[in-house]
């Protein structure tokens, strides 16, 4: 365990418009709402897609089975689910969708 205090930072392309401390267990989606930053969402379970981002830098793990709203080409872009994945690391991640 270390001492350093992970953070997230969100973009909009090039532009930071929030930032929060990651919380163990919570979302990036929640981490997003933390931060003040509007993600789109439906389902919030990873089934639809609907609020997919790219993530820039940092580590966010993603389950040996791929949920239904995401596939290979856009985890290749960079895209992951804000609903139900869990950031380790301090991360940057660019709202706008990899498509």
């Known amino acids: 365990m270390t001492d ?6 969100f973009f909009r392309g090039k532009s930071e418009i929030g930032k929060s ?5 919570l979302t990036i989606l929640d981490l997003a709402e933390d931060a003040g930053v509007e993600i789109p ?3 919030t379970s990873g089934t639809c897609g609907t609020c997919i981002v790219k993530l820039i830098s940092g580590t966010v793990p993603i389950p040996d089975q791929i949920p239904p709203g995401l596939d290979e080409y856009l985890m290749n872009e ?3 689910l804000s609903c139900c ?15």
């Open 4 to 9: 350093e205090t992970l953070s997230i930072r």
């Open 21 to 25: 401390i990651i919380i163990e267990n």
């Open 41 to 43: 969402r439906n389902c």
């Open 78 to 80: 960079g895209g992951i």
């Open 85 to 99: 994945l869990y950031p380790t690391t301090s991360c940057e991640i660019d709202i706008t969708p990899p498509i």
